[in-house]
């Protein structure tokens, strides 16, 4: 007996942000609000059936300098992933909660900590 293809058709999926776009356009705001002077960057590579999206700060006139700001790792389902972010493992269930949990690290004070010290340090070598 031959089967035909029994594979789900391919188009008309849900369109909605994954994870990995909406790191990519925070990514790119970074470049855009520090005139280039940094940078950053997503490292994504496979942790068994997962995958991990490593979120670097890097300052290309630091010798290309990199900071790990934060990870996400998810399922292909997307969720329920985890972050980690400064030695914490945070459980994320939702869009919603990515969200939330992207919007807090991205303006938390250690985050506004380190990128005004990489700029000063950018400064200073220009000057």
Known sequence: ??????WPVLTGFD?????L???????RLLGTKS???LMAELVTFPVGSDLRHAFEIVAPSLGGYRFQLFSIT????LYPMTAEIGGKTVLIRTE????TQLREVLSSDRTRKILANLLSQ??????
């Open 21 to 27: 776009s909406v790191l990519r356009e925070q990514a």
């Open 35 to 37: 005139s280039g002077k």
């Open 122 to 127: 950018v400064d200073a070598l220009a000057a």
């Open 1 to 6: 007996m031959i089967v035909g293809d029994l």
């Open 74 to 77: 998810h399922p292909p389902e």
């Open 15 to 19: 369109d909605r942000a994954t994870p």
């Open 96 to 99: 919603a909660e990515f969200e």
